[in-house]
Nanobody, 126 residues
Framework: VQLQASGGGLVQAGGSLRISCVISGRTLTTDAVGWFRQAPDKEREFVGVVSWPGGTTWLADSVKGRFTISRDSAKNTVYLQMNSLKPEDTAVYYC????????????????????WGQGTQVTVSS
């Protein structure tokens, strides 16, 4: 399984950005695609997750009401729509894929994911 994240960039506070994650080589047993972010000198943190193929989403409290996750199964693509961005949202955003993270109840733990994309930088200026 390979993941390719894209769409990051520089945006002003209050702005919006949509980043994408294309998944290739997927197996039918994948159950979750998660979004994580990592700011300099901070640990990687959970942003949200979408179940696959069901499409149910869960978001971290810090982004709830501002971010949404969606997926296009036909394109094997997951999107993270980010609105009302804040400077504290600045980070490298990663998508990750796993066969059992959701089933095990570990979907918010980055160590539970087997496959990772390369990350895309999101910078929010004040």
């Amino acid at each position: 399984v390979q993941l390719q994240a894209s769409g990051g960039g520089l945006v002003q506070a209050g702005g919006s950005l949509r980043i994408s994650c294309v998944i290739s080589g997927r197996t039918l047993t994948t159950d979750a695609v998660g979004w994580f972010r990592q700011a300099p000198d901070k640990e990687r943190e959970f942003v949200g997750v979408v179940s696959w193929p069901g499409g149910t989403t869960w978001l971290a409290d810090s982004v709830k009401g501002r971010f949404t996750i969606s997926r296009d199964s036909a394109k094997n693509t997951v999107y993270l729509q980010m609105n009302s961005l804040k400077p504290e949202d600045t980070a490298v955003y990663y998508c990750a894929d796993d066969k059992t993270a959701l089933h095990r109840g570990e979907e918010r733990n980055p160590r539970s994911y087997e496959y990772w994309g390369q990350g895309t930088q999101v910078t929010v200026s004040s």
